[in-house]
Nanobody
Framework: VQLVESGGGLVQPGGSLRLSCAAS????????MSWYRQAPGKERELVAS????????YYEDSMKGRFTISRDNAKNTVYLQMNQLKPEDTAVYFC???????WGRGTQVTVSS
């Protein structure tokens, strides 16, 4: 299993970013996917999840209405569109495949003026 996150960067408060996670090594279209994040000094936390076909999504309360998880099973890729970013969204963002223990290296998101 390989997960490669990308799309992070430095953005001002109120800005937007779109993260991508390219997956390989398993049958992507049959596996639910999630995004997690880990801020400095804090535990890794769930951000959002999406079912294998993309029809069902879940968001942590603080992300509802600002973040959108989606996937393209033809491209073996899961996305996280992040809008209205806040300084407290600063973290390393990771994707994960349900049922697998592997993590990617993550992508750094920094929200600062």
């Amino acid at each position: 299993v390989q997960l490669v996150e990308s799309g992070g960067g430095l953005v001002q408060p109120g800005g937007s970013l779109r993260l991508s996670c390219a997956a390989s090594g398993f049958t992507f279209r049959t596996v639910a996917m999630s995004w997690y994040r880990q801020a400095p000094g804090k535990e890794r936390e769930l951000v959002a999840s999406i079912s294998s076909a993309g029809g069902t999504t879940y968001y942590e309360d603080s992300m509802k209405g600002r973040f959108t998880i989606s996937r393209d099973n033809a491209k073996n890729t899961v996305y996280l569109q992040m809008n209205q970013l806040k300084p407290e969204d600063t973290a390393v963002y990771f994707c994960k495949a349900l049922g697998f223990v592997s993590w990617g290296r993550g992508t750094q998101v920094t929200v600062s003026s």
